[in-house]
């Protein structure tokens, strides 16, 4: 799994930073790249990595400010264009649906293939065998979720040289034995899974929140995850500002980490007012509060591996 | 007069060529900005220029397709974020109006200024003191207007010389005599406005196209024009695409340029299967039909100064 911030910005770009868009590449667990929030540009962000529009599998939106859907249109018809045959998702708030198909009906934009729009409420709203998606409303000036991703456990890892002691015979039952299956040998013996394979691993979480002041639903939603993405349009001198405009400080999405017990925090929609000079003060306000803390910048990765979050450098 | 190629592309956009856009710079002319096309990141490019959003007065849209609106919502906010508090003119064709007002509706966008949307048939559709603009129907596989802009003759220099000879003291007579009035003097005599200045100047004519393939009006719409904005999506061995897609290969829109007699071609909407290096041979196959040909890039500024057009370079 990995975490590729492509606009990290608030409100509007500006030459350092885009609207908001980051993709979960969930390519490793087979389940393609899941794009959470697509301000103006993303598909232009896109063109500067070495992701691939029509790998994007499902998109979610946290709310329907400009600034987080600006990009939508364009990317739904580039990946259409550029070979996606795939169906895409894309989960929203209430009004989602009425705008997409409006857009698409007026500029008579034709896709090779299908698009679901699922306007979203509360609660789980995807599960398959591998994830389990969770939303809550934060508190915006509009109707705003965040999203937790949840990983299911993973199957632990055959113990092969235990199993060729039981007697399994090199071949198909091993693949059944690894896949959770206990099988049934030549002489009648049952060799269970479990006596086989290693303990079940944990799988990750992480919850990516939308725009939001500090709110109970944004601590239920990354409790116990492993990365919590949080807004921090604000520092500390201005969070008076946040609260007006329904947004956090660094200090906000600090103290959420902190009482959710996430292991990593990523802060992200950082304002244009913050000059790249500004960004270590910003980080040594939310620090004090959280001390796992990163500020991502446009294309900033961050690989979750062996249950650790390393930040990638190019 | 000043034109500056925002985006050059087709379709989509390309590391080197955004989707459509080109602001018509009449700050000198007292109008501001007129901005035609506005693709996705029109405003992420004026980013990169000495631009400024708040001085954009009307938006002229060609058509509806994605590439050539989807920056108009981020682009309408931020005018509004940026200071820009004067009303905003929209035009473009049927649907053009709904899409927008679902879209600020939907996204709650709210504009510190007033938004006039004005879908438009061919004909005359704007007139002031200084400016006509007149549209036709282009030949596009969905409705498409071709916009001609023309400057009103421009009053002819007041002759000073010849005005203090006639007896008119220094001071606001001067100015009438100027501005077109004929005045009586303190001694009764008449000074006629036409007898102290010079001839009245031409004003110039720009015709901005959009998608097209090669038909009559946009040779009317051309029509002894200065300066021809023309689109040339294709070279001359892909035609049978250019036809199929409703669009012009550099051949055709050279060809509207010489039967129009303008007195320059900007070929823009450049297809990104053209490379850098292949440029260079577009322009010859364009060259060999119509020799006052440049090919824009994002970008490029074009100056029309004392009846000539010159290439800026930065
Ligand atoms: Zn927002
Ligand atoms: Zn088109």
Known sequence: M?????????????KLRNTSAVVLNLSAEGEGYWLFDCGEATQHQILHTSLKPRKIAKIFITHLHGDHIFGLPGLIGSRSFLGGDEPLDIYGPLGLREWLETTLRITQTHLNYTLRIHEIEEGVIFE????????????????CYGYRVEQKP???KLLIDKAVGAGVPKGPLLKRLKDG?????????????KE??????EGFTVAILGDTSYCDSAVELASGADILVHEAT??????????EYGHSTIGDAASVA???RVEALIANHISARFMPSDIAKLKVQGETIFPTLHIAEDF???EWKDGEMIRLED
Do not use: C, W, Y
């Open 2 to 14: 990995e975490l590729q911030f492509l606009g990290t910005g608030a409100g509007m770009p500006s």
């Open 196 to 201: 086989v394979t290693g303990a079940p691993q």
């Open 258 to 260: 902190n009482e959710a």
């Open 181 to 193: 299956e206990d099988v049934t040998l030549d002489d009648g013996r049952v060799v269970l899974s």
């Open 234 to 243: 604000f520092d500390l001198e201005t969070g008076n500002l946040a609260k």
């Open 154 to 156: 993973l199957l632990g």
């Open 128 to 143: 398959d065998e591998n994830f389990r998606v969770i939303t809550q409303s934060l508190r915006h000036v509009i109707p």
């Open 300 to 302: 900033a990765r961050f």
